[in-house]
């Protein structure tokens, strides 16, 4: 555990039981909402690819125009 993990810990440990449970709460669906994040997006590098390589075949043919955010 790192330093900073630890000075974390120890002040975390100084609050209401409480709070404690809702750091907790909060850090753990942290956690588990970025391992589902990094999975979406690891089963997604194919057909991520796939628009990559549609949206460059359009840019290429002239079928694209350039983006101009005022006239958004």
């Known amino acids: 555990m790192t330093r900073l993990m ?8 100084k609050l209401p ?3 404690q449970d809702a750091l907790a709460a909060w850090i753990l ?3 588990a ?7 979406a997006f690891a089963e997604s590098a194919d057909a991520l ?21 005022d006239a958004l």
């Open 6 to 13: 630890q000075t974390a810990l120890a002040e975390i440990s």
């Open 29 to 31: 669906e942290e956690l």
């Open 49 to 69: 690819a796939q628009l990559a390589d549609d949206a460059l075949s359009e840019h290429r043919a002239g079928r694209t125009q350039p983006l101009e955010p």
């Open 33 to 39: 909402s970025e391992g589902r994040w990094n999975t």
């Open 17 to 19: 039981e409480a709070e």
